[in-house]
């Protein structure tokens, strides 16, 4: 049940989803279903002007998948936001701006441990962590060190299972012309085939 008379509580899942595959939706239900957020919200980064596009598909492909994916998921959404903001995008902006847009709704990060390790490095990292929750998911490929900000009073671990699929893998699987449809939502699986995507 999502709570009611205020806001929601909403965590953001970042990433180009270059392929969304069922590792990402298994973790973003997961969060839905397991802790104390009401939605998920699948924030898809826009294609840097800055950075060759290499395989990259087109933010509106992208954002079509997503929302594929998540259309039979009352608590998952697609978020196309970060494709109005100025280039390049950092997540204490987007934060802010979303904060600034729905202002009654408490906005959550979604991230790896092996990214928890590395958060130090991203810009007003400190303000991030004061203003905002950080739910962290396992990874297989967590092992040595702690980090520093593991026992932070705003970073919560969710049991959530370990998936390690990749989107690079699956998209060098379709360009050997091998058979990914496990590992894709069946909408999305289509949506790739029909358009040809990745086969080059």
Request: neutral net charge; proline residues 5%.
């Amino acid at each position: 049940m999502e709570k009611q008379g205020k806001g929601k509580k909403i965590g953001l899942f970042f990433g180009s989803f270059n392929p969304i595959h069922i590792g990402h939706l298994v973790i973003a239900n997961h969060l839905a279903e397991y802790s104390d957020l009401d939605q998920v919200w699948f924030v898809i980064t826009p294609h840097s002007p800055f950075k060759a596009k290499r395989s990259l598909l087109e933010d509106h492909h992208r954002y079509q998948m997503v929302n594929r994916a998540v259309e039979n998921y009352q608590r998952l959404r697609a978020c196309d936001i970060e494709f109005g903001l100025p280039q390049p995008n950092y997540t204490i902006n987007t934060m802010t701006y979303l904060q600034e847009k729905y202002p009654n709704d408490e906005f959550a990060l979604i991230m790896g441990a092996d990214n928890l390790k590395s958060f130090h490095k991203w810009k007003n990292y400190e303000l991030l962590i004061l203003e905002h929750d950080i739910y962290v998911y396992p990874r297989l490929s967590d092992h040595g060190e702690k980090s520093d900000l593991f026992d932070h009073d705003r970073v919560k671990h969710i049991n959530a299972p370990i998936m390690e699929i990749s989107s690079t893998f699956i998209r060098q699987a379709i360009k050997e012309g091998k058979q990914v449809r496990p590992m894709l939502p069946e909408n999305v699986w289509v949506y790739l085939d029909e358009m040809n995507f990745y086969k080059k």
